[in-house]
């Protein structure tokens, strides 16, 4: 048996039994939802909101109701605009995009100066948000499997940002503006169609770099503290003082010092990072339900 479609206005049956945890936590993830319910933006407590997988073709402005909402997770739907509504969550530290059909973001996106953490991979991008350029807290940036072809010059303003995705995107040449952030802890190149790289080491924070399938020869110049994955990574990194005992995973099992910030840069597992079941935390890979 299917699942049972909603009325457009209709708050779903089961979402009374969820809200009595206490937990102030919805999941409407697998339902057949084209719009967001409008009952659902009147649950002005809501912390955490998931609505995975639901064919939502669009959003009400009525969300900003949700002026709680810590968590929102709207990934792989069919979303080609994001409302003004969404950018007026004051609270809001974790949103997931991925997987729908947005060519841009709002105006008004750079409102969420709570953010923290931004999936937005698998998306139609061919530009560079800028107003992501004013979400200086901003820490972990998903922008994978997106036709970005450069990277403007005022990145570096992103001071906050300390993973950033990349991998699966159309660049040609190392975008300059990426040596110029220096508080990168990780970045992740693989997939794109680049000949060669420029000298790291002005990247003095970097942990991780990926740069897998691209066109290149070899490993580019790196400090020995940066751990490599891609074409010649295994050998670069087995000519150094402590060699890898095996083939790099794409998570390093040990590249930070603090738990929580570990968490918010590899996504926590996704949407459901803080308080559904586990999951995947490679936000290469994909995240877990």
């Not at 970097?206 to 020869?217: A, C, E, I, M, Q």
Request: charged share 30%; glycine share 10%.
């Amino acid at each position: 048996m299917g699942i049972a479609e909603s009325t457009p206005d209709e708050l779903p049956s089961e979402a009374e039994e969820q809200l009595r945890s206490g937990e102030q936590q919805l999941e409407l993830s697998g339902r057949r939802l084209r719009r967001l319910p409008c009952a659902v933006c009147a649950l002005s407590r809501l912390r955490k909101l998931y609505v995975s997988g639901a064919g939502l073709r669009e959003l009400p402005d009525e969300i900003e109701e949700l002026r709680e909402l810590r968590i929102l997770a709207l990934d792989s739907n069919k979303l080609e605009r994001l409302p003004d509504g969404l950018c007026r969550l004051p609270r809001l530290t974790r949103l997931y995009l991925g997987g729908n059909r947005l060519l841009a973001l709002p105006a008004d996106f750079a409102q969420l100066q709570s953010l923290r953490c931004l999936w937005i991979e698998g998306n139609f991008l061919r530009r560079f948000p800028r107003p992501l350029l004013r979400l200086v807290a901003l820490q972990s940036l998903q922008m994978g499997d997106n036709r970005l072809r450069a990277l403007p010059a005022e990145l570096p303003r992103m001071t906050g940002l300390r993973g950033l995705w990349l991998y699966g995107n159309r660049f040609e040449e190392f975008p300059p503006a990426l040596l110029r952030m220096r508080r990168l802890h990780i970045l992740d190149l693989d997939r794109n169609r680049l000949g060669g790289f420029p000298d790291l080491h002005p990247l003095r924070a970097l942990r991780v770099f990926s740069y897998d399938h691209n066109p290149v020869t070899g490993p580019p110049r790196v400090a020995d503290t940066v751990f490599l994955v891609g074409e010649g990574a295994v050998e670069r990194m087995a000519e150094r003082d402590e060699p890898a005992s095996r083939p790099p995973p794409r998570r390093p099992a040990r590249a930070f010092d603090d738990e929580e910030e570990e968490d918010l840069l590899l996504g926590g597992g996704g949407p459901r990072a803080l308080g559904g079941p586990g999951g995947v935390l490679d936000p290469v890979q994909g995240r877990g339900s």
